[in-house]
């Protein structure tokens, strides 16, 4: 072992033992680190297998000679702890002992530390410059939201419930306070009528009704829908703004006068002859008076033939109202807890109004106001409600629940009512109309057929595929019986109407497709049909957008 050894080895001995080395030690501790340079990084007890370039680099790192040679000191004074000379730390060159790697990198980090320098300087100055004030920054305030003006709840309520007669006062005093009404697109709601057309349709329903006139339409023997009628351009009217739900032209011999009702409760009033002089007011431009009697949209117009000037309409709203042409306004008659889909007079009682309200079907008196029979049909809302021409007594109605029923007025009960038969079907039946004879039946499904049953015999019925899709935003397709028992009528999606032609004649009841009326002057899809009921030939179309095509006789 070298002296460097031992004396390293002393060194540690005496420091862990707690004393003090002697002063030679020292002195020797430091004449060894002089003389002998310390030894290589790699020890020679582990061989490792490196790259012969980490060999050289480690072989290059040698530590520097941090203490360089000082002359001898004087061993006289050797003795003296204050006689040893003192020796000064050189400092090694920058590049000794570094590979190129290493330098660069010494480089690169002397050089950003000096932009950095330069940054952080540049940075106080600026933030010298904007010295801050004593003062707090305001915050924003927050904006308080502004208080919403809640629109009352209003409480539905039937008259019934309230204990209030449906008189006519009172009934449009409830009308009008208690229900929430939606904004109309035109103008507000009017139950006033015109005078000028009040006074035509008195004047019309003095004049004598045809003598052809028979169950409230007149026969037509050897009429040719799809040859003899056309659809002339002064013939269109936009009659309501928006789609309408129910059309018809009123019983009258001498003029032609159509009503339409649309989904936001208007009743339009078109005069296709223009016999009505228009009022001072604006009414009736281009011979179309419009009213706004209900809330809700309008499912049903009927009058009876025999009291042509007396107009009853339903709405989804749960309302009845009366066009009395001799006070000239509107009436609401009744009022209801849910909305009325559909209404029917019966043939032999002006006065007795039959309306579904939901799936329940009620008698309605005109001439006491009240309600005295409710019958529940059916498991779901009832479409259509209609009566056998040759028996008053009989009925058939359809509805949402898939099926049709026959039902007979005598044998009614208030519970549990037993029908005479039940049709069934696939999807939702939207119509049942009895011809004019009484003899068939007539039903448009959601599933895409219309079927003609024999009232003598159901099992003897034939089926005709057809289009009844109409979507969202068009009404519902009903068939309609012409003036005979041989043509049905139906719209199309293609802008026209198919003419079905029914036998009943053969053994078995038989119907095909006959005509296709179309035409240039029919921009939209008719949905709803009528039938004028004195004069042959004249048939009316109402689409979604308001318009009504009347196609009469060449």
């Known amino acids: 072992m070298s002296r460097l050894d031992d004396s ?26 002089r003389r002998a340079p310390f030894p290589p990084l790699t020890s020679p007890r582990r061989k490792t ?24 000191p004087n061993h006289a004074a050797s003795n003296s702890f204050q006689n040893i000379p003192s020796t000064k730390m050189a400092s090694p060159p920058p590049g000794a002992g570094l590979t190129d790697y290493e330098r660069r990198r010494e480089e690169n980090i002397r050089r950003n530390e000096a932009i950095l320098a330069a940054l952080r300087r540049k940075a106080a100055e600026l933030s010298a410059s904007f010295s801050p004030t004593l003062s707090s920054p305001k915050r924003p305030k927050k904006q308080q939201p502004r208080a919403r003006t809640a629109s009352p709840v209003v409480l539905r309520r039937s008259l019934r419930t309230r204990g209030i007669p449906p008189g006519e006062s009172s009934a449009c005093a409830d009308a009008n306070t208690s229900r929430a009404t939606p904004p109309s697109p035109t103008k507000p709601r009017t139950t006033r009528f015109s005078s000028s057309l009040a006074s035509a349709l008195r004047d019309a329903t003095a004049a004598e009704p045809s003598p052809s006139l028979e169950s409230g339409i007149c026969a037509a023997d050897g009429f040719d829908a799809s040859r003899e009628v056309v659809l002339r351009p002064v013939d ?14 009123l019983p009258l011999s001498d003029r032609t006068v159509v009503v339409a009702g649309n989904v936001h409760g208007h009743v339009g009033f078109w005069d296709v002859d223009r016999l009505v002089e228009e009022d001072e007011d604006g009414d009736g431009v281009d011979g179309v008076f419009e009213y706004f009697p209900h809330r809700g949209s309008v499912g049903g117009i009927v009058m ?9 309409s339903s709405s989804y709203h749960g309302e009845i109202c009366f066009m009395d042409v001799e006070k000239e306004n509107f009436n609401t008659i009744h009022l209801c807890d849910y909305p009325i889909f559909s209404l029917c007079q019966a043939p032999n009682s002006p006065s007795s109004l039959y309306f579904a309200e939901g799936n329940e079907l009620k008698l309605f008196d005109a001439r006491t106001g009240k309600v005295p029979t409710t019958w529940s049909l059916h498991d779901h809302r009832i479409n259509s409600i209609d009566f056998r021409p040759e028996n008053p007594y009989i009925f058939a109605t359809s509805s949402t629940d898939r099926t049709v029923c026959i039902w007979d007025m005598r044998r009614m009960k208030k519970k549990g009512p037993e029908s005479l038969k039940v049709l069934e079907y696939n999807k939702a039946i939207q119509s049942a109309y009895f011809s ?3 003899n068939m039946l007539a039903t448009t499904s959601l599933d895409d057929t219309v079927r003609i049953f024999n009232m003598d015999n159901f099992d003897d019925s034939c089926i005709l595929k057809h289009d009844n899709r109409t979507g969202r935003w068009l009404s519902t397709f009903k068939a309609i019986w012409s003036w005979n028992d041989s043509n049905l009528f139906v719209g199309n999606m293609k802008r026209a109407i198919d003419v079905i032609s029914v036998d009943r004649s053969q ?35 109402a689409s979604s957008s308001g318009k009504v095509f009347l196609w009469t006789r060449a």
């Open 507 to 541: 053994k078995s009841l038989s119907a095909s497709y006959m005509a296709f009326l179309e035409s240039e002057h029919m921009t939209a899809i008719p949905c709803r049909f009528t039938l004028h009921p004195c004069k042959v030939g004249h048939l009316a179309g």
């Open 8 to 33: 390293v080895l002393g060194y540690v001995v005496f420091s862990l033992g707690g004393v003090a080395p002697p002063v030679p030690l020292l002195l020797l501790f430091f004449r060894a680190l």
């Open 49 to 72: 297998s490196r790259h012969p370039s980490q060999s050289r680099r480690l072989a290059s790192k040698q530590l520097p000679q941090f203490f360089p040679p000082s002359p001898r």
């Open 236 to 249: 269109v009217r936009k009659v309501v703004p928006g789609r309408i739900l129910s059309v018809r032209i």
């Open 304 to 312: 009876h033939p025999a009291t042509p000037q007396k107009i009853y």
């Open 436 to 438: 004019p004879s009484g």
